[in-house]
């Protein structure tokens, strides 16, 4: 009883700071405080910029193939789309394109929901009201019973990252995290795995390949031998799979092709794109401390020692440290867990961890998986005392956060950081045995 009221707590003391942090924003968004600060990515935007839902809807209309400037007109698609869609404009010379960044899974469902978008042929805006329909009738019947229980949960389904990803319009992040959700959900009730999770974790992966981490949940069970076998066939279905979507995005979408996807990851890897505000990585957190720092540093350190030290924080070098810092706990964390020493529940924490901190998700809607982990977690009727506290942490990560352009602290950069790997090492050191 005592720790279902806990929980419970945690949920009202969520629900009331974050209608006093977005009321607290909306009051001060005319004070100059917050003109230095954002919440949402329009609130940084010049005025009668549009770039709602750009992350979806700006790359569908960016297909001329599809649509030709008539018909966009007719659309009521805003001008900087039509003319200056950064999506519809060759970069590095004439040959790669800014869409060419999306995966092969990703263009078939851009095109897709382009051609459908023209079928329509009502307003611009149709195909974004349907997929966010799509996805909150998925809620609805995922976490309806939960909900009837604890009504205050709908602070924790609709916060922030799941705002902020209707925000961008970014539908692809939601149906990425809802696959990683039903995997995650069904790695934690069942015993094994079976070919419908697989078809989750591909399809999840072809969206966002960050996710391939969470392929250690179906060698969980596994000794050397039968761990081998399944590495094997679940990279080799991967692969399989993305070589066919491979296929038909090349012809749906011609000119797309591999070698310019890789060539468009490596620049958003090694670009400054993945420093962007939004972004709850490790790296992104010393990229904004540096920088929010430098004024103070030129004080104390000669000019030549604080390029040196801005080369390193901004190079791939440091990014390749991280990477493999965070991996290595991840296998840490595994064999514990093999060994039965961690539960199914501190094990995933640790997998979405590492994927937020280690991998540069961009943009904060990513941590949409954390709505999920912690709904998980509430309705769990495992008894551990650490859940208590992984809620805890998870409801401070998706509470709102304000982040500046300026070389300023961030603070969602801030507190997102410090609560992410709080939660990894409390979930690595839990030490709680599996029943």
């Known amino acids: ?72 007109l007719k659309l009521g698609v805003p001008e900087n789309w039509i003319y200056y869609n950064p999506y519809n404009f060759p970069l590095y010379g004439n040959e790669i394109q800014m869409i060419w960044s999306q995966t092969p899974l990703n263009i078939i469902f851009l095109i897709g ?54 925000e961008r319009g970014n539908i692809l992040a939601g149906i990425g995290g809802i696959f990683i959700y039903l995997l995650f959900k069904n790695f934690i009730i069942n015993d094994e795995l079976d070919s419908v999770d697989l078809f989750f974790f591909i399809i999840a992966c072809s969206i966002r390949p960050n996710y391939l981490v969470f392929g250690l949940l ?15 066939k679940v990279g080799t279905a991967f692969i399989g ?5 491979l296929f038909f995005a090349s012809k749906l979408f011609p000119g797309y092709k591999f070698e310019s996807f890789v060539f468009m990851v490596r620049e958003h890897t090694v670009g400054t794109i993945r420093f962007q505000p939004w972004n709850s990585s490790l790296h992104g957190f010393l990229h904004n401390l540096f920088y929010s720092s430098r004024e103070y540093f030129e004080i104390i350190f000669r000019q030549q020692l604080i390029l040196r030290i801005e080369e390193l924080i901004i190079g791939e070098g440091l990014n390749n440290l991280i990477l493999i810092f965070y991996i290595g706990l991840l296998f840490f964390a595994f064999f514990n867990a093999k060994k039965r020493q961690l539960d199914k529940i501190s094990f995933v924490a640790i997998l979405a961890s590492v994927t937020a901190l280690s991998t540069s998700p961009y943009f904060n809607y990513h941590l949409i998986i954390f709505i999920f982990l912690f709904l998980v977690i509430y309705d769990s009727e495992i008894s551990r005392n ?50």
Do not use: W
């Not at 307003?123 to 229980?149: D, G, H, P, R, W």
């Not at 799979?241 to 979507?245: G, L, Q, Y």
């Not at 506290?389 to 300023?408: E, F």
């Open 218 to 232: 179906f060698l969980f069970k596994k000794d050397l031998k039968f761990s081998i076998l399944e590495f094997v």
């Open 1 to 72: 009883m005592t720790r279902k009221y806990n929980k419970k707590n945690i949920v009202k003391v969520f629900s009331f700071c974050s209608i006093i942090l977005y009321s607290f924003f909306l009051i001060s968004i005319h004070t100059e405080f917050i003109k230095s600060y954002t919440l949402f990515y329009s609130d940084s935007n010049k005025p009668g910029e549009f770039s709602l839902f750009g992350d979806l809807l700006s790359v569908i209309y960016s297909f001329d193939n599809i649509f030709s400037e008539d018909t966009l």
């Open 386 to 435: 650490i859940s208590f506290l992984q809620l805890t942490l998870i409801a401070l990560i998706l509470l709102p956060k304000l982040n500046s352009y300026l070389p300023v602290f961030n603070v969602s950069t801030l507190f997102n950081v410090v609560f992410l790997n709080l939660l990894l090492f409390v979930s690595i050191f839990s030490k709680k045995r599996i029943h």
């Open 113 to 166: 929901s382009g051609h459908l978008a023209n079928l329509i042929g009502i307003n611009f805006l149709v195909i974004f009201f349907i997929y966010t329909i799509c996805m909150l009738i998925f809620f609805y019947k995922s976490f309806k019973t939960a909900l009837k229980k604890d009504l205050n949960l709908l602070f924790i389904l609709f916060s922030f990252p799941f705002l902020f990803l209707l």
């Open 241 to 245: 799979v993305n070589s066919i979507f």
